[in-house]
Nanobody, 123 residues
Framework: QVQLVESGGGLVQPGGSLRLSCAAS????????MGWYRQAPGKLRELVAL???????HYADSVKGRFTISRDNAKNMVYLQMNSLKPEDTAVYYC?????????????????WGQGTQVTVPS
């Protein structure tokens, strides 16, 4: 079994910064893409940023130039540095990882999600 645990959310004033962290643990053989999604009240969950195992990144247009995704493959961690935060960034942020894990049935690939961490930027 694999678990993803996020940390680093909170309340920050407009223009401020936060750094989210996500740790993957369990019977991990390898991790492919890792990423961050967010879901605001009354809205669909949306992609924020993705990073491949080789370090290539992709960002939603709304966060380009303000957010930076990075990962530490040795520690099975992914980070999201968020700068110049705006009220519209308020959401629950979820970590996700495409993990190849060891199981009773051998190696299996599956997408895993964290429980989410709240980021609030008041207007």
């Amino acid at each position: 079994q694999v678990q993803l645990v996020e940390s680093g959310g909170g309340l920050v004033q407009p223009g401020g910064s936060l750094r989210l962290s996500c740790a993957a643990s369990g019977s991990i053989f390898s991790i492919n893409d890792m990423g961050w999604y967010r879901q605001a009240p009354g809205k669909l969950r949306e992609l924020v940023a993705l990073i491949t195992s080789g370090g290539r990144t992709h960002y939603a247009d709304s966060v380009k130039g303000r957010f930076t995704i990075s990962r530490d493959n040795a520690k099975n961690m992914v980070y999201l540095q968020m700068n110049s935060l705006k009220p519209e960034d308020t959401a629950v942020y979820y970590c996700t990882a495409d993990v190849v894990a060891d199981s009773d049935y051998g190696l299996q690939e599956h997408d895993y999600w964290g429980q989410g961490t709240q980021v609030t930027v008041p207007s």
